[in-house]
């Protein structure tokens, strides 16, 4: 099934002659919503698909797949309101200085966009997951480089996407897949293809980031690489609701096996009494979840050796020891440690690397600036959490200070709650600084669509020749800026 270079090449090529029929916004949004439609009327053979090539469970894959296709309509929805393209214009003004000319500003679609599956979400980060949805949406064609550990379903939701594109007069080569490591990196050479999107390991969308940079033309690429997902626990938080708090954190990471971008990978509790008592709390909890299989064996052997290597520091505990469960399956735990070892920089520099499956990192601190000095020293984290007491959450104590340290390390910041769990939301943003991602774009939600358009202005054009979307009275009721004065 591993694509060659011709393959690859026809693959683009084919969704290059593609674009012109992306060009009418209701055609690209009625495909989008039919694409939705396709996936629920196969979703069956999907999902039993599915669960054969990742053992994610029936349920699981059930709930992703109707995330999927909520994905599809909500940018559907977008594309018909038509706030995305951003659309400014300002009439010619003598009396500025500088005089001002007549000047129309709009949002294009950069071209075919190449996305990169990713394994844990065999639908919604996959083949008709929000990388392709927003590109579709931006009246972007697609190549999609299959992951390794879903073939057949990704064939199969391309069948999908491919009929619902021929019933719109759309060419099925819209959306093009393409199976392989070295194929994968033809796709991101290949001198068609204007953008990336990828969502995978540090070292895989290092390599894809570099070869997209290096290129002729450099191109855009929005990478999801890893993340940590730091979690602080204030000592009044723990004092009030030790043992929900311990329960919560059990449940956010070992939800999937371990295996979601946002598990909370490392925590820190303070010592004492209050942190003890969320650290039993977090064993009873543990102690309880059973076994379960990783997406491939690659993976779970990463796992057993990471976990070990890290178990193996001096003074790290294991008070429920993570690794090998049965023959394909692992066993969830967690690692204590204090957190002055993590405080500076060292050996124990691997406890604050992402570790992928059922673990996570607690560390033990004994004052606010013990904690605040292992916060210094982490990369971009997609997400960060902080739990504090109903008194702190009112505004007493270190709340807000907290909260401003949280956030330049994350592009989403939490208060009371598990990062396990994306909404699609217009206001979300999943993302943050490296290597949580390459740039500062989010790949959930509605603004995800952004990255795959660029602006363009037209100057002193004559009304006849301008785009639809940027002629004087608004022929098609976009949502803009005119003059100064937005309009809806």
């Given at each position: 099934?591993?694509?060659?270079?011709?393959?690859?090449?026809?693959?683009?090529?084919?969704?290059?002659?593609?674009?012109?029929?992306?060009?009418?916004?209701?055609?690209?949004?009625?495909?989008?919503?039919?694409?939705?439609?396709?996936?629920?009327?196969?979703?069956?053979?999907?999902?039993?698909?599915?669960?054969?090539?990742?053992?994610?469970?029936?349920?699981?894959?059930?709930?992703?797949?109707?995330?999927?296709?909520?994905?599809?309509?909500?940018?559907?929805?977008?594309?018909?309101?038509?706030?995305?393209?951003?659309?400014?214009?300002?009439?010619?003004?003598?009396?500025?200085?500088?005089?001002?000319?007549?000047?129309?500003?709009?949002?294009?679609?950069?071209?075919?966009?190449?996305?990169?599956s990713?394994?844990?979400?065999?639908?919604?980060?996959?083949?008709?997951?929000?990388?392709?949805?927003s590109?579709?949406?931006?009246?972007?064609?697609?190549?999609?480089k299959?992951?390794?550990?879903?073939?057949?379903?990704?064939?199969?939701?391309?069948?999908?996407?491919?009929?619902?594109?021929?019933?719109?007069?759309?060419?099925?080569?819209?959306?093009?897949?393409?199976?392989?490591?070295d194929?994968?990196?033809?796709?991101?050479?290949?001198?068609?293809?204007?953008?990336?999107?990828?969502?995978?390991?540090?070292?895989?969308?290092?390599a894809?980031?570099?070869?997209?940079?290096?290129?002729?033309?450099?191109?855009?690429?929005?990478?999801?690489?890893?993340?940590?997902?730091?979690?602080?626990?204030?000592?009044?938080?723990?004092?009030?609701?030790?043992?929900?708090?311990?329960?919560?954190?059990?449940?956010?990471?070992?939800l999937?096996?371990?295996q979601?971008?946002?598990?909370?990978?490392?925590?820190?509790?303070?010592?004492?009494?209050?942190?003890?008592?969320?650290?039993?709390?977090?064993?009873?909890?543990?102690?309880?979840?059973?076994?379960?299989?990783?997406?491939?064996?690659?993976?779970?052997?990463?796992?057993?050796?990471?976990?070990?290597?890290?178990?193996?520091?001096?003074?790290?505990?294991?008070?429920?020891?993570?690794?090998?469960?049965?023959?394909?399956?692992?066993?969830?735990?967690?690692?204590?440690?204090?957190?002055?070892?993590?405080?500076?920089?060292?050996?124990?520099?691997?406890?604050?690397?992402?570790?992928?499956?059922?673990?996570?990192?607690?560390?033990?601190?004994?004052?606010?600036?013990?904690?605040?000095?292992?916060?210094?020293?982490?990369?971009?984290?997609?997400?960060?959490?902080?739990?504090?007491?109903?008194?702190?959450?009112a505004?007493?104590?270190?709340?807000?200070?907290?909260?401003a340290?949280?956030?330049?390390?994350?592009?989403?910041?939490?208060?009371?709650?598990?990062?396990?769990?994306?909404?699609?939301?217009?206001?979300?943003?999943?993302?943050?600084?490296?290597?949580?991602?390459?740039?500062?774009?989010?790949?959930?939600?509605?603004?995800?669509?952004?990255?795959?358009?660029?602006?363009?202005?037209?100057?002193?054009?004559?009304?006849?020749?301008?785009?639809?979307?940027?002629?004087?009275?608004?022929?098609?009721?976009?949502?803009?800026?005119?003059?100064?004065?937005?309009?809806?």
């Amino acid at each position: 099934m591993e694509a060659t270079a011709e393959e690859v090449d026809a693959a683009v090529r084919a969704a290059h002659a593609a674009r012109g029929a992306l060009a009418d916004r209701a055609v690209r949004s009625a495909f989008l919503r039919s694409a939705a439609a396709g996936l629920e009327a196969a979703g069956n053979g999907l999902i039993e698909t599915a669960d054969a090539e990742t053992a994610l469970g029936p349920v699981r894959l059930t709930g992703e797949l109707a995330r999927t296709a909520y994905q599809l309509r909500a940018f559907a929805d977008i594309v018909e309101e038509g706030a995305f393209l951003d659309v400014i214009i300002n009439h010619p003004d003598d009396t500025a200085t500088p005089p001002v000319p007549d000047l129309r500003r709009y949002k294009v679609p950069l071209g075919v966009v190449a996305v990169y599956s990713a394994s844990n979400f065999p639908f919604a980060f996959s083949v008709a997951g929000g990388d392709t949805a927003s590109a579709l949406a931006a009246g972007c064609p697609v190549v999609v480089k299959a992951h390794p550990d879903h073939p057949a379903l990704s064939e199969l939701v391309a069948k999908v996407l491919r009929r619902a594109a021929a019933g719109h007069g759309i060419p099925e080569g819209v959306v093009g897949l393409v199976h392989g490591f070295d194929a994968g990196v033809e796709l991101i050479r290949h001198p068609l293809v204007a953008a990336a999107g990828f969502t995978g390991s540090v070292r895989g969308g290092r390599a894809l980031f570099d070869a997209a940079a290096a290129r002729p033309v450099p191109i855009p690429f929005h990478g999801e690489l890893g993340s940590l997902n730091p979690v602080l626990v204030t000592e009044a938080a723990a004092a009030e609701r030790a043992e929900a708090i311990g329960a919560g954190l059990a449940g956010s990471m070992t939800l999937g096996t371990g295996q979601f971008c946002v598990k909370p990978g490392l925590v820190l509790v303070p010592s004492g009494a209050a942190g003890d008592g969320l650290v039993k709390s977090l064993t009873d909890a543990v102690s309880d979840t059973d076994a379960g299989v990783l997406l491939d064996h690659r993976m779970r052997e990463a796992f057993v050796a990471g976990v070990a290597e890290r178990a193996g520091l001096e003074d790290v505990r294991t008070p429920v020891t993570p690794g090998a469960g049965g023959e394909h399956t692992v066993s969830a735990g967690f690692l204590t440690v204090p957190a002055s070892r993590l405080a500076r920089e060292g050996a124990y520099d691997l406890l604050l690397e992402e570790c992928f499956g059922p673990v996570t990192v607690v560390a033990r601190y004994e004052d606010g600036s013990e904690a605040s000095a292992v916060l210094s020293r982490l990369p971009g984290n997609l997400t960060a959490t902080v739990h504090l007491s109903a008194e702190e959450a009112a505004g007493e104590g270190r709340g807000a200070e907290i909260l401003a340290e949280l956030t330049p390390l994350a592009g989403r910041v939490l208060v009371n709650g598990w990062p396990t769990g994306v909404a699609v939301a217009p206001a979300q943003h999943h993302g943050g600084p490296y290597p949580a991602t390459t740039s500062t774009s989010t790949s959930v939600g509605g603004t995800a669509i952004e990255r795959w358009l660029r602006p363009v202005t037209y100057q002193n054009a004559p009304e006849a020749l301008l785009p639809r979307e940027l002629r004087d009275g608004n022929p098609l009721g976009l949502p803009r800026r005119f003059n100064g004065v937005l309009e809806r």
